[in-house]
């Protein structure tokens, strides 16, 4: 059986190396190799120059970065790096670990026929230079370490609105080349020709950013995380802190009325997420993605009991992935999950009812009709809450045929099987846009 998706953003391709240790509140680039990583498949065995074994294929080479420098080309071989044998990806990202940008080492690699040898400089993570706007690399104090905040601020005088952009779930960095597909990224950037400053808070430990690595993160850190940062926007002449909106995707959207109830917002834009409490929401997307899978249906009952004897022991009782797998090992499929599992089981434990509630800003939810991760009613769901109890707050808005990952397609099986043939991000849905901005005008206008 296949994985059954939670929440997710598959986002960062390409190799970049953590950064060095920071000094004086100044966070550094990280560097850049700038190649894609694959392990050398079997057809390209025995080739020209490639061992019957080892060796690290490069996909795509990026501009501007330490690869191309060195004259490193797609469909090279990577052999070894500093004398030592590269035999998978995981034995280069080993060997960058930790380097700083400056930082030279030897590769040997075979192109063709040939081996050759280079000489390779690391050279800074590439920057975003947008021609409308300015990208700026900021940091804030988050802990005892330092977070990478990227910002996008249109050419305005005075204090302008602010959105935040709160992600979905999993450990990735949202710096990314700039030629790389990032629907998060789009919206941004619009948002910004529209006059609003933009802010993206990178996870514990990702891309440029101090702190402990992303995989040890629980649902409280990443909420504080978020909360720490924007308390520090006063820093900033030009955000106008009375006029701040959060913008959640996916798992971001759970997140932002735990950070609204804690830090005073204008308003919540919550898009593709769930209101329901999680241990039934994943039971409900259990079902609803094997139906997808074409699962036959007494095998799909099967499925969905295992879940619910996973999801017992797990919740309930709160064991361990490995405490579960001890006692039965077929439940492999139904506890595995892209955080620590003190994130998921933190997660179940936080009332999302009693958080919408409490939200006395006014709340935009967004659906798009071929979202197969979360369904048009979890979002109908929050929208008659917040209204029960804060009358004309919560409006809801469907956009036709607009996936979890903001891809425009036909419908919620063409999403399924699309994402199972190619990356998540390949054709963005532009209806969503000025759903977005609209409201967002509309909420900040002073």
Known sequence: MKPVIVALLALGLALSVQAAPV???VLPRRPFFGAQLQPVPDSLRGKGGIPDSGGVLLGKIYDNASAKAAGLQSGDVLLRLNGKPMNGVQDVLAQLKGRKTGDKFTVEYARGRKHLHRSVALKPYPKETPPEFDVLYESVPIGDSLRRIIITKPRLAGKLPVVVMLGGLGCYSLDLPADQPQPYRTILYELSRQGFVTVRVEKTGMGDSQGPPCAQMSFDDEVNGLIAAIRAFTNFSYMDTGRVLLLGHSMGGIEAPVVANRVPVRGIIAIATTGIA?????LINQRRQLVLQHMAYDSIEIAFHKKEKA???????KKSPDEILKEDSTLTDYVEYPVDYHFIQQLDSVSFAKEWMAVTAPVLLVYGTSDFVTAANEHAYIRD?????????AEFVEVPEMDHFFNKVASQQASFDSLNSGPAFKN?????????????????TP
């Not at 999680?278 to 994943?282: G, L, V």
């Not at 999801?311 to 009782?317: G, K, P, Q």
């Open 385 to 393: 809450e917040i209204n029960l109890y804060h009358p004309g707050h």
């Open 311 to 317: 999801a017992h022991e797990f919740f309930v009782e």
């Open 428 to 444: 963005f849905s532009d209806q969503v846009l000025p759903v977005i901005v609209n409201w967002a005008k509309k909420t900040t």
């Open 278 to 282: 999680w241990y039934e929401y994943e």
């Open 23 to 25: 000094k004086k509140n």
